[in-house]
C-alpha cells in the first residue's frame, strides 16, 4: 500500500539553523508529493509539492525534491526563523481503484525555533 | 484569502452520545473530506464527498458515521454513537475540481469522548 514515513520530533533548533526533516514513501505509480504545515490554531496549509520525479517544490525559502531512486522528498531550509515553529506534514497523492484523489500523510514532526 | 472553517473547535462529549462536526467549505469548491488524527498518530483519511454523495470511504468510516451537506454550504460529520476511541483531531478538507492537487484544509476539531 501507500504510505509515508517522516523524521519523528521534536525537533529543535536556534534561528537561522540549517533545517532538514526526512521523509520517505511508499507507493505504486507515480504519486504527487507535498509538504503541508499546521501553525499553531490552524488548519493544515499546503507549503509545497512536487508532481513528478527531479520535481523541486520550492516555497518560502523550504525547498524539497522528489526522489524516486530514494523514494524521498525531505525538507529544507537554509536559514529557519522563530516563524517557522509549526508541524510540518509529508503527504502523498494518490488515485484509489474508484477514481478518487487520496492523500496520505506521514504522522507529522512539530519545529520549535528558539531565538 | 478563502478559507475552510469548521466548528466547533473542540467539543467534550460522553460516550454513546451523538456528534456532529459542522465545516464551511470554501464556496465554489466541489469535493469534500474528512480525515481525523488520533494523538500521536498519523492523519487519515475518512471519506471524500462529491455530488452530494460519498464518493470513497476508508475502513474507519463504519456505520456509526455520515456526511452530508444540509442545506448546500455545511459539511457535516455525524457520529452517532461515540466512542472512546473515537478521539482525535477531525480535520474538514475541500478542492475544486478533480484535477487540480490542492485540498484546503480547515483549522480542525478536538473530539474529545469521556
Known amino acids: 500500500g501507500n504510505s509515508v514515513t517522516q523524521m519523528e520530533g521534536p525537533v529543535t533548533l536556534s534561528e537561522e539553523a540549517f533545517l532538514t526533516i526526512n521523509c520517505t514513501y511508499t507507493?505504486?505509480?507515480?504519486?504527487?508529493l507535498f509538504w503541508y504545515v499546521q501553525y499553531p490554531g490552524e488548519g493544515l496549509q499546503l507549503l509545497l509539492k512536487?508532481?513528478?520525479?527531479?520535481d523541486k517544490g520550492s516555497n518560502k525559502g523550504f525547498e524539497a525534491t522528489y526522489r524516486k531512486e530514494t523514494t524521498s522528498f525531505h525538507l529544507e531550509k537554509g536559514s529557519v526563523q522563530v516563524s517557522d515553529s509549526a508541524v510540518y506534514f509529508c503527504?502523498?497523492?494518490?488515485?484509489?481503484?474508484?477514481?478518487?484523489?487520496?492523500?496520505?500523510f506521514g504522522t507529522g514532526t512539530r519545529l520549535t525555533i528558539i531565538p | 484569502e478563502p478559507e475552510v472553517t469548521q466548528t466547533p473547535s473542540h467539543q467534550v462529549t460522553q460516550m454513546g452520545q451523538e456528534v456532529i462536526l459542522r465545516c464551511v467549505p470554501i464556496?465554489?469548491?466541489?469535493?469534500f473530506y474528512w480525515y481525523r488524527q488520533i494523538l500521536g498518530q498519523k492523519v487519515e483519511f475518512l471519506v471524500s464527498?462529491?455530488?452530494?454523495?460519498?464518493?470513497?470511504k476508508s475502513e474507519i468510516f463504519d456505520d456509526q458515521f455520515s456526511v452530508e451537506r444540509p442545506d448546500g454550504s455545511n459539511f457535516t460529520l455525524k457520529i452517532r454513537s461515540t466512542k472512546l476511541e473515537d478521539s482525535a483531531m477531525y480535520f474538514c478538507?475541500?478542492?475544486?475540481?478533480?484535477?487540480?492537487?490542492?485540498?484546503?484544509f480547515g483549522p480542525g476539531t478536538r473530539l474529545t469522548v469521556t
Open positions: 512536487a508532481t513528478k520525479a527531479d
Open positions: 464556496s465554489n469548491h466541489l469535493y
Open positions: 507507493a505504486t505509480g507515480y504519486p504527487s
Open positions: 464527498f462529491y455530488n452530494n454523495e460519498i464518493s470513497e
Open positions: 503527504a502523498l497523492s494518490w488515485v484509489s481503484n474508484f477514481g478518487n484523489e487520496k492523500l496520505t
Open positions: 478538507a475541500t478542492k475544486w475540481g478533480q484535477e487540480t492537487y490542492e485540498q484546503y
